[in-house]
């Protein structure tokens, strides 16, 4: 089959008119996709006859997706039937339709990354066929390179899928899985040599099916078929409707609440620290008046393993608590998880609050709801099922629910928005509500950060693991080395509990294992931890990002503000995405000067990445050429000695980087280096004098008001803050406020010679120049003038300006 399935691509790659070769993808494709989909649905039905008692693991899968599958629609249905395949020990059966890949360069601007995998690549397939004439708008924008592309990746990415064609009967076996004899595949068949691309599926009698198909006689010419076969798929087991149950505390006899959680992700010998955050759960519980409460931090630091210990201390009693919930609600959305196994997907399911109602109204009254509570908006069905509730007389001060990896139930901002509506509904009519996130949802929650453990409290916990495991190496390994291993692992749970599975194998000494986790996160620990919060970033600040990280892991302050204005980006921007992502990396300060520190993980995930963004893959060879030959530029006029008569103003580099490019005529490279010694050194009233008299110098009045202002406000006895200013009232044609500003100048000990000078400025720059004023102020600037060595200088510029400004009757 995959031998007809490539001579169809190569043929339709010969096809002259690209709407014939878009037409001729759009049958591969589906052909593909129906025959990969069809050989893991007949897969799983045979495996789980086989194997009755691991139906518990089997995931669920929305069988009548099967039955006239849309394009878009296949590409979800592979998905779950991948998940399914997984939990059922079909390894590796879903890795390269989820794989991080670099792509041609066909595929880029379809897909527009330079690397993704094949799950985003069909779905920009499939969003570029909607918005042609063979979708819903009109026709063109699609080239036949791409179209060939798609399929040759489709092929490559499903081949292990592919079912196996006998020519002589037509008949397809699904292909040799763990060394066992092929099974015929009921579904689908040849026809006369030829594929079939069914068009509906249509139960005809108990245990039958009647398939209606379109034969793929050539590139661009069909037949019709039809013919009945045993219903195989569409009998695939239904998930299991979770159910409560009962809890009766040993330690209660009035207390006996219906329960849904998960059993401890943890024993209690292994679960470490988190006391602080234990408590202030336990303090939340009791607090009547919060409805809210969000538990939060960087993937894989342990939020879903502290909520459901907290809960299980709750029913033990071994955590005091007043409050007793008589219902208790866990829900997860959690799609992937990452182990001793490397990445696995759990599920293809997208989780919204809507589900979360209807499975609670199911768990509380029957697994077929009525017609009434679908088609309606979520928040609908959240206010029906707390009248539900009501009617069972359930308040919701006695229901408690957790939502956990909330961060997976929104993708953009619309989507983050609705979703803190919805929680909010959810808290205000069916019961207090905890979630769990990676990201600080925009919502009013009592916040409690998870982060890290300690250097002890990860050497605790391999101590721990290790007697479970029986693992000798870390078991006689001192403290010092385990806590060396545990902070070279930022002491992250997910990554320590890797470490020592790892060590536990026959001969793997504590080296061995970490070079194994090493290597394992650079391979796929980045796509978990940072997928979710990758594909929320604008393209701007995925540019700046992998531009930082292609420069170094750790950037001072300038090297990122040169990556930000190169990508066109400010730095308050980037600066927030970086706050919002947790775990990407941090900001410190070192001796004043700020530096941002990559996190390892995230760092591996971004050096090797690329984006396509306006058609181009980005960052470019010339992005960090530019960034790199402007940062050694910084080097040496940072460097530089100054010689100004407010020194003061020049106390960190990027000030003295200002102040050197001021001075050779380059007004406009200076201002980059203001802007960045402001941040450095932000209460420097000097230097915002420097920054206010560069501006004015550039005619941004405006501008260089608005740090003026901030010089005064820091140095309100400085003679020279208040002197610029003046200036750059009287260049802005603001006279009265520019005379006020000279006189403070001249009060606090500016000498007079010089304010008037620059008062005679403010009379002629007004909207209605005073030239008698100018001279009267031009004279008593010639009075004032003391006779020193600069006399005849300042007599000089005092000419020129009567010249220049004022007219000959008020010359004398």
Same mark, same amino acid.
């Given at each position: 089959m995959?031998?007809?399935?490539?001579a169809?691509?190569?043929?339709a790659e010969k096809l002259k008119?690209?709407a014939?070769?878009?037409?001729?993808t759009?049958?591969?494709?589906?052909?593909?996709m129906q025959?990969a989909c069809?050989?893991?649905g007949?897969?799983?039905?045979?495996?789980l006859?086989e194997?009755?008692d691991q139906?518990?693991?089997?995931?669920p899968?929305?069988v009548?997706?099967?039955?006239?599958?849309?394009d878009?629609a296949?590409?979800?249905?592979?998905s779950?039937?991948?998940?399914?395949?997984?939990?059922?020990?079909?390894?590796s059966?879903?890795?390269?339709?989820?794989?991080?890949?670099?792509?041609p360069p066909?595929l880029?601007?379809l897909?527009?990354?330079?690397?993704?995998?094949?799950?985003?690549?069909?779905?920009?397939?499939?969003r570029?066929?909607?918005d042609g004439?063979?979708?819903?708008?009109?026709p063109?924008?699609?080239?036949p390179e791409?179209?060939i592309?798609?399929?040759?990746?489709l092929?490559?990415g499903?081949e292990?899928?592919?079912?196996v064609?006998?020519?002589?009967?037509?008949?397809l076996?699904?292909?040799?899985?763990?060394?066992?004899p092929?099974?015929?595949?009921a579904?689908?068949?040849?026809?006369?040599?030829h594929?079939?691309?069914y068009?509906?599926?249509?139960?005809?009698?108990?245990?039958?099916?009647?398939?209606?198909?379109?034969?793929?006689k050539?590139s661009?010419?069909?037949g019709e !078929?039809s013919f009945?076969v045993?219903?195989?798929?569409?009998?695939?087991?239904?998930?299991?409707?979770?159910e409560?149950?009962?809890?009766?505390?040993?330690w209660?006899?009035? $207390?006996?609440?219906?329960?849904?959680?998960?059993d401890?992700?943890?024993?209690?010998?292994?679960?470490?620290g988190r006391?602080k955050?234990?408590?202030?759960?336990?303090?939340w519980?009791d607090?009547?008046d919060?409805?809210?409460?969000?538990v939060?931090?960087?993937?894989?630091?342990?939020?879903?393993?502290?909520v459901?210990?907290?809960?299980?201390r709750l029913?033990?009693g071994s955590?005091p608590v007043?409050?007793?919930?008589?219902?208790?609600t866990?829900?997860?959305?959690?799609?992937?998880?990452?182990g001793?196994?490397?990445l696995?997907?759990?599920?293809?399911?997208?989780?919204?609050?809507?589900?979360v109602a209807?499975?609670? #109204?199911?768990?509380?009254?029957t697994?077929?709801?009525?017609?009434s $509570?679908?088609?309606?908006?979520?928040?609908e069905v !959240?206010q029906?099922l707390?009248?539900?509730?009501a009617?069972?007389?359930?308040?919701?001060?006695?229901?408690?629910?957790?939502?956990d990896?909330t961060?997976t139930?929104?993708?953009?901002?619309?989507d983050?928005?609705?979703?803190a509506?919805?929680i909010n509904?959810?808290?205000r009519r069916?019961?207090?509500?905890v979630l769990t996130?990676r990201?600080?949802?925009q919502i009013? @929650?009592?916040?409690i950060q998870?982060?890290g453990?300690s250097?002890?409290e990860?050497?605790?916990?391999?101590?721990?693991?290790?007697?479970m495991?029986r693992?000798?190496?870390?078991?006689?390994?001192?403290i010092?080395?385990?806590?060396?291993y545990s902070g070279q692992?930022?002491?992250?749970?997910?990554a /320590?509990?890797v470490? #020592?599975?790892?060590?536990a194998?026959?001969?793997?000494?504590?080296e061995a294992a970490f070079?194994r986790v090493q290597?394992m996160?650079?391979?796929?620990l980045?796509?978990?931890?940072y997928?979710?919060a990758w594909?929320?970033?604008?393209?701007s600040?995925?540019?700046? /990002?992998l531009?930082m990280s292609?420069?170094?892991d750790t950037?001072?302050q300038f090297?990122?503000?040169?990556?930000?204005?190169r990508?066109?980006?400010?730095?308050?921007?980037?600066?927030e995405?970086?706050?919002e992502?947790r775990?990407?990396?941090v900001v410190?300060?070192t001796?004043g000067?700020l530096?941002?520190?990559?996190?390892p993980?995230f760092?591996?995930y971004?050096?090797?990445r690329?984006e396509m963004?306006?058609?181009?893959?980005?960052?470019?060879?010339?992005d960090?050429?530019w960034v790199?030959?402007r940062?050694?530029?910084?080097i040496?006029s940072?460097?530089?000695k100054v010689?100004?008569r407010?020194?003061?103003?020049?106390?960190?580099?990027?000030a003295?980087?200002a102040?050197? $490019?001021?001075?050779?005529?380059d007004?406009?490279?200076?201002?980059e280096?203001?802007?960045l010694?402001?941040?450095?050194?932000p209460?420097?009233?000097?230097?915002?004098d420097?920054?206010a008299?560069?501006?004015?110098?550039?005619?941004?009045f405006e501008d260089?008001m608005l740090?003026a202002?901030?010089?005064?406000?820091?140095e309100?006895?400085?003679p020279?803050?208040?002197?610029?200013?003046?200036?750059?009232h009287?260049?802005?044609?603001?006279?009265?406020?520019?005379?006020s500003e000279?006189n403070?100048?001249?009060?606090?000990g500016?000498?007079?010679?010089?304010c008037?000078?620059?008062?005679a400025?403010a009379?002629?720059?007004?909207?209605?120049p005073?030239? @008698?004023?100018?001279?009267v102020?031009?004279e008593?600037?010639?009075?004032?003038?003391?006779?020193d060595s600069?006399?005849?200088?300042?007599?000089?510029e005092?000419?020129?300006?009567?010249?220049? $400004?004022?007219?000959e009757?008020?010359?004398?």
């Amino acid at each position: 089959m995959l031998r007809l399935l490539d001579a169809r691509i190569k043929d339709a790659e010969k096809l002259k008119d690209p709407a014939h070769v878009r037409s001729a993808t759009l049958g591969l494709y589906r052909i593909i996709m129906q025959h990969a989909c069809v050989t893991l649905g007949e897969w799983l039905s045979s495996h789980l006859r086989e194997h009755p008692d691991q139906l518990a693991r089997y995931s669920p899968v929305d069988v009548s997706a099967f039955t006239a599958p849309s394009d878009g629609a296949l590409i979800d249905l592979l998905s779950q039937l991948l998940v399914a395949a997984e939990n059922l020990d079909w390894r590796s059966a879903g890795r390269p339709f989820w794989m991080q890949q670099k792509l041609p360069p066909e595929l880029r601007s379809l897909a527009t990354a330079a690397s993704a995998n094949l799950e985003t690549v069909l779905r920009a397939f499939v969003r570029s066929r909607n918005d042609g004439a063979e979708g819903h708008g009109l026709p063109g924008d699609y080239t036949p390179e791409a179209d060939i592309a798609v399929l040759r990746a489709l092929l490559q990415g499903v081949e292990r899928l592919i079912p196996v064609a006998n020519k002589e009967t037509g008949q397809l076996s699904l292909p040799e899985i763990d060394g066992k004899p092929p099974v015929g595949l009921a579904t689908l068949k040849l026809s006369d040599g030829h594929p079939i691309c069914y068009r509906r599926l249509s139960r005809v009698s108990a245990g039958r099916l009647l398939v209606d198909a379109q034969v793929q006689k050539t590139s661009l010419t069909r037949g019709e !078929i039809s013919f009945e076969v045993p219903n195989i798929l569409l009998d695939l087991p239904k998930a299991a409707v979770p159910e409560y149950a009962f809890c009766q505390p040993t330690w209660s006899d009035s $207390w006996r609440p219906l329960v849904y959680i998960p059993d401890r992700l943890a024993t209690e010998k292994v679960f470490t620290g988190r006391a602080k955050e234990l408590s202030s759960l336990a303090q939340w519980m009791d607090d009547s008046d919060s409805r809210k409460c969000m538990v939060w931090g960087d993937g894989g630091v342990g939020k879903t393993t502290l909520v459901v210990e907290f809960l299980h201390r709750l029913l033990d009693g071994s955590t005091p608590v007043q409050w007793r919930p008589e219902i208790i609600t866990f829900y997860t959305a959690k799609k992937t998880r990452w182990g001793i196994d490397g990445l696995e997907h759990i599920s293809a399911q997208d989780i919204g609050v809507a589900d979360v109602a209807l499975d609670i #109204a199911r768990m509380l009254t029957t697994p077929a709801l009525d017609r009434s $509570w679908f088609g309606k908006e979520p928040k609908e069905v !959240i206010q029906k099922l707390g009248g539900l509730l009501a009617e069972m007389k359930v308040s919701r001060d006695q229901h408690l629910i957790i939502l956990d990896n909330t961060e997976t139930m929104a993708r953009s901002t619309a989507d983050i928005e609705s979703l803190a509506s919805q929680i909010n509904e959810l808290s205000r009519r069916v019961g207090k509500v905890v979630l769990t996130s990676r990201r600080r949802e925009q919502i009013e @929650a009592l916040p409690i950060q998870i982060e890290g453990w300690s250097d002890d409290e990860g050497a605790e916990f391999l101590k721990k693991r290790a007697e479970m495991l029986r693992c000798n190496s870390i078991l006689q390994a001192g403290i010092p080395t385990l806590k060396k291993y545990s902070g070279q692992l930022v002491n992250k749970p997910i990554a /320590l509990e890797v470490f #020592a599975q790892a060590a536990a194998g026959v001969g793997v000494g504590l080296e061995a294992a970490f070079t194994r986790v090493q290597r394992m996160q650079r391979r796929d620990l980045g796509q978990f931890l940072y997928d979710d919060a990758w594909a929320r970033l604008a393209p701007s600040l995925r540019r700046v /990002l992998l531009l930082m990280s292609r420069i170094a892991d750790t950037l001072d302050q300038f090297l990122m503000q040169l990556c930000c204005q190169r990508a066109e980006v400010s730095v308050s921007a980037a600066s927030e995405a970086i706050e919002e992502s947790r775990g990407i990396g941090v900001v410190s300060r070192t001796a004043g000067a700020l530096y941002f520190s990559f996190n390892p993980e995230f760092h591996n995930y971004c050096v090797e990445r690329s984006e396509m963004i306006g058609g181009v893959s980005t960052p470019t060879d010339e992005d960090v050429e530019w960034v790199r030959r402007r940062y050694t530029e910084f080097i040496k006029s940072a460097n530089v000695k100054v010689k100004d008569r407010n020194f003061k103003a020049f106390r960190v580099p990027a000030a003295r980087a200002a102040w050197k $490019w001021f001075t050779d005529g380059d007004p406009v490279r200076a201002l980059e280096y203001y802007e960045l010694a402001e941040l450095e050194d932000p209460e420097n009233g000097w230097l915002f004098d420097r920054y206010a008299y560069c501006l004015m110098r550039m005619r941004r009045f405006e501008d260089a008001m608005l740090k003026a202002s901030r010089a005064v406000q820091l140095e309100p006895s400085d003679p020279e803050v208040h002197f610029t200013k003046g200036m750059i009232h009287s260049r802005a044609g603001q006279t009265d406020e520019s005379i006020s500003e000279l006189n403070l100048a001249a009060k606090h000990g500016k000498p007079k010679h010089l304010c008037e000078m620059q008062k005679a400025y403010a009379y002629v720059y007004a909207a209605k120049p005073d030239f @008698a004023t100018a001279r009267v102020a031009v004279e008593a600037a010639r009075r004032s003038a003391p006779k020193d060595s600069f006399q005849n200088k300042f007599l000089s510029e005092l000419t020129r300006f009567e010249r220049r $400004w004022l007219p000959e009757e008020a010359r004398y």
